[in-house]
Every structure is written in C-alpha cells, then in structure tokens.
C-alpha cells in the first residue's frame, strides 16, 4: 500500500530560506503580521489532515468511483468523501486565503497552494471538488455585483457550497468561440439559460449543499466569436433573498464521463433546460471574467501534478531501498542479502532523481509565483502590482505545462522503478500515472499553454515580461557568478539564458513571414525556458545549500547535502535536453506542413 509523508521540511526551505516570505509579507499590509510561526503551524496541520483524513481515500475513491443516478439526475461520491468534505469544512480550511468580508481567514495565497499540494499529493480526485471552488470565488470576487457577492461569497468562502466553471461544449473544446449555450434576458433582469456542457469537473455531487456554477453562454444579441460570450452565475438550487434555498435550478447531469483516471472526480455531463441565472460582469466580456477563475485554476493544475510527482516519489524510493535484485556492477553492496537493493542501480536512481528534482525545482516556481499573485492582489505600490502581474502572467502556462508534462515523466519513472509490480494497481502507482495523465490535458492543453507563451506572453509584447524575468536571472548570476563554488550552476545557468535570448528573437523574426513558426515552436520553446526557469531556482537552491554547509561543517543538516546533490543531477541530467528542444523549435514548419493531408 502507498504512504504518504508531507514535505513540510522542504516546504519551509522554500519558502523562508530561499523565497524569504515573510519579508514579503511585511510589505503587504494584509499580511504583515503573518511570521514564520503561523506559516508553519498552518501547513503542519494541513498535512496532517491531507494525510490523515483524505490520503486513506485515494484508492477506494478510484476502485469505487462516483455514481449517477439516471432518475434523480444525481450522483453520489465514493464512500467517505462527504465525511471528508465535512471535516475539511469543519476545519476552516475552505477560507484560509479568501477575504475576511466574506468570512475568510485572509492568510496569503503562497499558504494556501503549499495546503493544496498537499492534498493533491493525498488525493487529486477528491480536492478538486473544493479546488474549483476557489476558482469562482475569485471570479465573482473580482467581477460579481454587490447582491452577488452577497449571496455567494459567504457560502464559498465557508465550503457549504461549491463551484464549478461551465465552458467546453460536445462541439467546441478550446475554441470557445463556437459555443451555442443560449441565455434569454427575463423582465426581472435573470436571464433563462439553455445548452449544454461537457467535461464539467465536480459538476455534480453529494458533498455540500448546493453548487454555484459558473457558465459562459451567448445573449439573443450577442456577436459571432468569443467577443460574443458572457458569464452567468447558476446555483444548484434557486437561492432566495434570505439566503435559504430553493426549488431545483433546470441545470442537471446527464451522465458522467468515464475516464482514464481521476474516477472519484463527477467529470459530468450537463445540461441546463430554463435554468435561471444572473449575469456576471458586462454583457459579451465573459471571457475576461472567467479568465480570473481559469488562470487560478492553471495555477492549481501545476500544483496538482507537482503533488502526483511528490507523492511518487516517495513511494519509490521507499520500493528501491526495499527491493532486491541483482547486484551492483561495482560490487556487492548489501552483503548480508543475496542481492542489493534496487537502489544501487544508476538508472534506478536516475528515475527517482529525476522526480526528486522536477518535485522540487516544481515546488519552488509554485511558491514563488503564488508569492508574486499575493504581490499582485494586495501590495499598496500600483507598480508593485503591475510588475508581479507581468511575471504571475508569463509564469501561469509554465506552471501548468511545463509541471504537467515533468509529472507525467516523473510519475512514469516512478512506476518503472517498481517493475511489474507498477503495473498492478495493489502499490498504488498506476493510479498516480492515470490520474497525472489528465493534467496536461484540461484547463487548456499544454499545447495551448505554449503557444500563450511564445505569441502571448513573449512576442506579443516583444519579449517584455521575459526580458524582466531575464533581469532577475542576469543579476542573480553576476552576484553569484564571483563564487568559485556556484560555477558549475552560474555558467550553464547564464549559457542557456543568452540562448533562449536568441531564439526569442529568431522566432519572432521568422513570424513575420509564416505564422506557422509559432505553432511549430510553441512546444519545444515553453519546455526550453521552463528549463531555465527551474535553472534559476535550482542555482539559487545550490547557493543556499552551499551557505549552510560551509556554516556549518560536519554539523549541517543532511537536507542541505541532498539539496546540493539533486541541483548537480538537475544541471548534468536534465538541463541537457534544452540543446535538442533549441534545434527542432529553430528548425521550422517545413517538415510539419509541406505532407498534403491526403497523405496521412
């Protein structure tokens, strides 16, 4: 059976050695009295409660799965995720990061992803029925009206009720332009919604009291394209003005999909017959108001797959220590057994190395980025603001992308170190590479993702957010660079930004001729600066690693030592790939495009 271990020793090296939080927070009025006390008495009790509470779930929720109920038009969760939920809610954990006005705790965001990793560790499937959650919090936190905020925050911020976001259609996936979702204005201003929608996470359940669902639909007058959605907010149950609820809403599940993994997770089917629903934000811009709910859950989709990758990890190495086969080729090592443990082996421990080093370079990037969305949400400096949200928007479809595909690899080499017996679902690891599967499929895939990068977020403004970023990265280095000891991070570190430099610009040169270039690059690119992205962290990880064992000598925490290790094998194992993603992004769209499609 699989186990389970918060990283909370790792955790706290991130977040108050090497991002330093809590200086941070002191510039930020909401948070300047949040200390390193609070930030870890926060996280040791989450993790128990992910360990404790919703760890044991995680496989019988998969075996089990949830249940629709064709006549009631219900469904039921697997057994034990309502009593999860309940403690869960009990517990205050629904309003640690949303705002006191609403009942919440008003704790920053950079805690709330670290509890989250955590139970995504414990169990994807089962947090993503509060995850999403969060996600339309934030969306009628921002763009709600008075009354609607009124009406939903205090219930979201509380968990008694849940949220979703409606958006993909049988007939159109990313391209939300082609939606038919239908919304009709009512004399007393709701709006009588009808259409259907498709892979809708935690759509439908038994785990709270009514669900808050979030759809985009078209108006009678709206035009052709996504300049032509809206967002409209549809509860479960009419809500009445006294906050009590009502008759069922004409929204209802239709089916459940039945997926490769997450099978504890109602993905549902829906379809709203005269559902009644009041409009968020202005009429025809729903898409910028659901964009809030869906870079949050970007967000929380890299934090997902971080999760799969930590607690795979873990399981593995445990199996390698344990398991005998063979010995090593220099020489038997556990002599008093008849074979060593698997451990011994250099492509075991490559695999466990490679997850080992994505989990934590993964770890640093998420703490950093929900670090700079607490800077671009609260800091008092408007310039403050505007810079950490050029860097949380260049960063977004890294986090999700780039920690997406690292997790599936990771969770992969995780089963491969268990032999056969990954493959049988008793250790539990199949199931962590099924469910990672998904992650860089939803919430736009990992080819969407890229191509946000490469046109968006770099070219589009000609390289301005990367260029700040680069000047993080640049000072970083010449500081460092004066280190004998960081030479061997620094060079290669440095090496790497001047080529993603020029292949920036080679890009945006030959997209002024063919468009296709983009599209044919777009890939290849985000894995590049990913690569350098977790870089940076891991050379400013060596650094700090490097401090304390010259501080402390013999005396230093084994931590720092295993810290240094794993920047090595990152630097000499992984950073490499960076040469061959460089030479096919440059080589072009020729090969993709010139094959008549008659031909395949």
Same mark, same amino acid.
């Given at each position: 059976?699989?186990?389970?271990?918060?990283?909370?020793?790792?955790?706290?090296?991130?977040? #108050?050695?090497?991002?330093?939080?809590?200086?941070?927070?002191?510039?930020?009025?909401?948070?300047?009295?949040?200390?390193?006390?609070?930030?870890?008495?926060?996280?040791?009790?989450?993790?128990?409660?992910?360990?404790?509470?919703?760890?044991?779930?995680?496989?019988?929720?998969?075996?089990?799965?949830?249940?629709?109920?064709?006549?009631?038009?219900?469904?039921?969760?697997?057994?034990?995720?309502?009593?999860?939920?309940?403690?869960?809610?009990?517990?205050?954990?629904?309003?640690?990061?949303?705002?006191?006005?609403?009942?919440?705790?008003?704790?920053?965001?950079?805690?709330?992803?670290?509890?989250?990793?955590?139970?995504?560790?414990?169990?994807?499937?089962? !947090?993503?029925?509060?995850?999403?959650?969060?996600?339309?919090?934030?969306?009628? #936190?921002a763009h709600g009206t008075p009354e609607q905020k009124a009406t939903y925050l205090p219930k979201l911020t509380s968990g008694e009720w849940t949220g979703t976001m409606c958006l993909t259609e049988p007939h159109c996936g990313t391209d939300l332009g082609l939606l038919r979702?239908?919304?009709?204005?009512?004399?007393?201003?709701?709006?009588?919604?009808?259409?259907?929608?498709?892979?809708?996470?935690?759509?439908?359940?038994?785990?709270?009291?009514?669900?808050?669902?979030?759809?985009?639909?078209?108006?009678?007058?709206?035009?052709?394209?996504s300049k032509g959605i809206s967002l409209f907010v549809v509860p479960k149950f009419h809500v009445a003005a006294d906050g009590s609820l009502g008759a069922r809403n004409g929204i209802f599940c239709a089916g459940l999909e039945h997926k490769m993994g997450i099978h504890s997770?109602?993905?549902?089917?829906?379809?709203?017959?005269?559902?009644?629903?009041?409009?968020?934000?202005?009429?025809?811009?729903?898409?910028?108001?659901?964009?809030?709910?869906?870079?949050?859950?970007?967000?929380?989709?890299?934090?997902?797959?971080?999760?799969?990758?930590?607690?795979?990890?873990?399981?593995?190495?445990?199996?390698?220590?344990?398991?005998?086969?063979?010995?090593?080729? !220099?020489?038997?090592?556990?002599?008093?057994?008849?074979?060593?443990?698997?451990?011994?082996?250099?492509?075991?421990?490559?695999?466990?190395?490679?997850?080992?080093?994505?989990?934590?370079?993964?770890?640093?990037?998420?703490?950093?980025?929900?670090?700079?969305?607490?800077?671009?949400?609260?800091?008092?400096?408007?310039?403050?603001?505007?810079?950490?949200?050029?860097?949380?928007?260049?960063?977004?479809?890294?986090?999700?992308?780039?920690? !997406?595909?690292?997790?599936?690899?990771?969770?992969?080499?995780?089963?491969?170190?268990?032999?056969?017996?990954?493959?049988?679902?008793?250790?539990?690891?199949?199931?962590?590479?099924?469910?990672?599967?998904?992650?860089?499929?939803?919430?736009?895939?990992?080819?969407?993702?890229?191509?946000?990068?490469?046109?968006?977020?770099?070219?589009?403004?000609?390289?301005?957010?990367?260029?700040?970023?680069?000047?993080?990265?640049?000072?970083?280095?010449?500081?460092?660079?004066?280190?004998?000891?960081?030479?061997?991070?620094?060079?290669?570190?440095?090496?790497?930004?001047?080529?993603?430099?020029?292949?920036?610009?080679?890009?945006?040169?030959?997209?002024?001729?063919?468009?296709?270039?983009?599209?044919?690059?777009?890939?290849?690119?985000?894995?590049?600066?990913? #690569?350098?992205?977790?870089?940076?962290?891991?050379?400013?990880?060596?650094?700090?690693?490097?401090?304390?064992?010259?501080?402390?000598?013999d005396a230093v925490d084994p931590f720092y030592r295993a810290k240094l290790h794993t920047a090595r094998f990152y630097f000499a194992k992984l950073l490499p790939e960076t040469a061959s993603l460089i030479r096919t992004a440059r080589s072009g769209p020729a090969s993709l495009?010139?094959?008549?499609?008659?031909?395949?």
């Amino acid at each position: 059976m699989p186990r389970y271990v918060p990283p909370l020793r790792d955790m706290q090296f991130v977040l #108050h050695e090497l991002v330093q939080v809590t200086e941070t927070f002191k510039e930020i009025p909401a948070h300047a009295e949040v200390d390193v006390d609070t930030v870890n008495a926060v996280l040791e009790e989450g993790g128990k409660f992910a360990a404790q509470v919703v760890f044991p779930l995680n496989r019988s929720g998969d075996e089990e799965g949830c249940t629709h109920d064709k006549t009631t038009r219900e469904v039921r969760t697997p057994a034990g995720y309502p009593e999860a939920y309940a403690k869960y809610v009990e517990g205050g954990w629904p309003s640690l990061s949303c705002d006191p006005a609403y009942g919440g705790q008003g704790l920053p965001h950079v805690v709330n992803q670290c509890f989250y990793e955590m139970l995504n560790s414990a169990n994807q499937a089962w !947090t993503m029925y509060p995850g999403l959650s969060h996600g339309a919090y934030e969306a009628l #936190h921002a763009h709600g009206t008075p009354e609607q905020k009124a009406t939903y925050l205090p219930k979201l911020t509380s968990g008694e009720w849940t949220g979703t976001m409606c958006l993909t259609e049988p007939h159109c996936g990313t391209d939300l332009g082609l939606l038919r979702t239908k919304a009709e204005p009512l004399a007393d201003g709701t709006y009588r919604i009808n259409g259907a929608k498709i892979f809708i996470s935690a759509g439908e359940h038994d785990m709270a009291a009514n669900i808050v669902h979030l759809v985009l639909a078209r108006l009678p007058d709206a035009p052709a394209g996504s300049k032509g959605i809206s967002l409209f907010v549809v509860p479960k149950f009419h809500v009445a003005a006294d906050g009590s609820l009502g008759a069922r809403n004409g929204i209802f599940c239709a089916g459940l999909e039945h997926k490769m993994g997450i099978h504890s997770n109602a993905t549902a089917q829906l379809v709203l017959e005269d559902a009644i629903g009041t409009l968020v934000g202005e009429p025809h811009k729903g898409l910028q108001a659901m964009f809030v709910m869906m870079n949050a859950a970007r967000l929380g989709v890299g934090m997902q797959s971080l999760g799969l990758t930590e607690v795979a990890y873990q399981n593995a190495v445990d199996y390698a220590k344990d398991r005998l086969q063979m010995r090593a080729l !220099t020489g038997p090592k556990a002599k008093d057994k008849p074979a060593d443990p698997i451990i011994v082996h250099p492509d075991v421990r490559k695999m466990l190395l490679t997850a080992r080093a994505y989990a934590e370079a993964g770890r640093a990037l998420c703490v950093h980025t929900a670090l700079m969305l607490d800077k671009e949400l609260s800091h008092p400096d408007a310039d403050v603001r505007r810079e950490a949200a050029d860097e949380v928007a260049l960063l977004t479809p890294i986090v999700k992308a780039f920690l !997406t595909d690292n997790g599936w690899i990771a969770t992969s080499a995780c089963m491969q170190v268990f032999g056969g017996h990954g493959y049988v679902r008793e250790w539990g690891m199949e199931q962590y590479v099924r469910d990672a599967r998904i992650n860089m499929i939803y919430e736009g895939t990992n080819t969407i993702q890229s191509l946000d990068l490469l046109g968006r977020k770099v070219l589009a403004d000609n390289g301005k957010k990367l260029k700040a970023f680069g000047r993080r990265i640049a000072e970083f280095a010449e500081d460092a660079g004066v280190r004998e000891d960081m030479q061997e991070f620094i060079n290669p570190l440095a090496d790497l930004g001047d080529k993603v430099t020029k292949l920036t610009t080679e890009l945006g040169m030959k997209a002024f001729g063919n468009a296709d270039e983009v599209g044919a690059a777009a890939v290849d690119y985000l894995r590049v600066v990913g #690569h350098l992205v977790f870089a940076y962290f891991w050379a400013r990880m060596a650094q700090v690693a490097l401090d304390r064992i010259q501080a402390d000598g013999d005396a230093v925490d084994p931590f720092y030592r295993a810290k240094l290790h794993t920047a090595r094998f990152y630097f000499a194992k992984l950073l490499p790939e960076t040469a061959s993603l460089i030479r096919t992004a440059r080589s072009g769209p020729a090969s993709l495009m010139a094959m008549d499609e008659s031909l395949f």
